[in-house]
């Protein structure tokens, strides 16, 4: 199984920061990685796939980088709206092999 | 408009099985996979199973192989999982979510919360 770290665990930010959270695989997973965005109550939110390709409706702000086995999510100026869990999942091709990390908390400073 | 709707919150006692259904709408159904992740109170997301409705082909992670099962029923675009040997730490929200093959995921169901206590 291909784990999945995260890093730091908790993240506070200022409203108008830039926020730079990291996702390491045990192995490489090419850029079959997504990030996820999951507020309080609320299903999870596609964020990012291919490690750097926008969902649907994402803002710009939101922007993924990386491959293999260590990748980045970055919010260029943080929302209040931002503040939230955010997590990386790696989805290998068959047979599948969907991990998640740990999730890092976005709160506020 | 996508949606997926899952039914509603369960109770069960441990050794029970459960059975949580995930509907779809507003795309064809056969064409996308759908995925099911858990999570424990206040914990991470973990998935635990796919299925094609294409032909009905499954694949569980290998922890909760042996207790977990899924069908699908084409003509209402339902896809059913069934937890079997229930256990107090089977206690979780159980989301299915769509995905085009083995890839992210960017439509979710609302989540099942599931119950299991004596």
């Known amino acids: 199984e291909i784990v999945m770290t995260q890093s730091p665990g908790t993240l506070s930010v200022s409203p108008g920061e830039r926020a730079t959270l990291s996702c390491r695989a045990s192995?490489?997973?090419?850029?079959?990685l997504a990030w996820y965005q999951q507020k309080p109550g609320q299903a999870p939110r596609l964020l990012i796939s291919g490690a750097s390709t926008r969902a649907t409706d994402i803002p710009a702000r939101f922007s993924g980088s990386g491959s293999g086995t260590e990748f980045t999510l970055t919010i260029s100026s943080l929302q209040s709206e931002d503040f939230a869990v955010y997590y990386c999942q790696q989805y290998n091709d068959w047979p599948p092999e969907i991990t998640f990390g740990p999730g890092t908390k976005v709160d506020i400073k | 408009q996508v949606q997926v709707v899952q039914s509603g919150a369960e109770v069960k006692k441990p050794g029970a099985s459960v059975n949580v259904s995930c509907k779809a709408s507003g795309y064809t159904f056969a064409n996308y996979y759908i995925y099911w992740v858990r999570q424990a109170p206040g914990q991470g997301l973990e998935w635990m199973a796919l299925i094609n409705p294409s032909g009905g082909s499954t694949y569980v992670a290998q922890k909760f192989q042996g207790r977990v099962t899924m069908t699908r029923d084409t003509s209402t675009s339902t896809v059913f999982m069934e937890v079997s040997s229930l256990r107090s730490d089977d206690t979780a929200m159980y989301y299915c979510a769509r995905s085009v093959g083995i890839s992210a995921t960017p439509n979710w169901g609302q989540g099942t919360l599931v119950t299991v206590s004596s």
């Open positions: 192995q490489s997973v090419g850029s079959n």
